[in-house]
């Protein structure tokens, strides 16, 4: 195999699976985003291509075509010349990170490509800040919704209505710049006053991680006050408290 789609974990470089790793140590060529922590590209070759083809704004922006054309390309050249590519993505490339786009992109070229899978942050960074998702008694169901929808899409195509979103723990990816909006929309829901807890996790799992904990009544201005800024991760639900 010559191509792997390989999931670098939330941030924390010991986050990685061993299969990820060691395929980073091979690689001739990595295509990878914005969110991969860099302390994992020390692992590579010293004459491994490095292609760094983030997405964060403000920065040059990196469009989806772009980079299935990056890695269709670098695909090919890795089956003709006997090459590895990874294509590294932050947390697991099929949770939010279109790694699902970039499959069909492979396999519209007749590519055969790998799945590696990674820790998605959805999970991994509540559970580093001391909140689980799930907890006898209190939790027994979550959801993980972007906060963030494809900007193409109108208003009556959106998904995700968070007012009807009734699991116990909501997970938000995608949700800061957004807070405010979406604080209201969950607040539609009978299920949840402005006492239910909220957490927003900044960085999480590296070392300027910051976390915030407040309630749906008062979490917009304590992210304000603490100058949350993306990657966050918000968090709903009683669990938020539980192992306090
Ligand atoms: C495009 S999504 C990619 C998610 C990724 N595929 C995953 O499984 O974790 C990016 C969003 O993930 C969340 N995220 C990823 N890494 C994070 C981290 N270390 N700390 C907090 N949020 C993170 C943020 O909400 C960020 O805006």
Redesign the pocket.
Known sequence: MNVFLVGAG??DEGLITVKGLDLIKKADIIIYDD?VGKNLLKYSKEDAELIYVGKRKGKHSHKQEEINNILVEKAKDAIANNKIVVRL?????F???RGGEEVLELKKHNIDYEMVP?I???IA?PEVSDIPLTHRKVATSFTVVTGHEAEDKKENEKQVKLSELNANTIVI???ITNLENHVMELLKNQNRTVDTPVAI??????PDQKIIKGNLGNIVNIAKENNIA????IVVGDVVNVLE
């Open positions: 939330p941030g969110l993505k932050g947390g697991d490339s949770i939010f990170g990674g998605t942050s959805s960074v990816l995608m949700g996790i900044m960085n999480g799992t590296r993306p990657p966050g991760i």
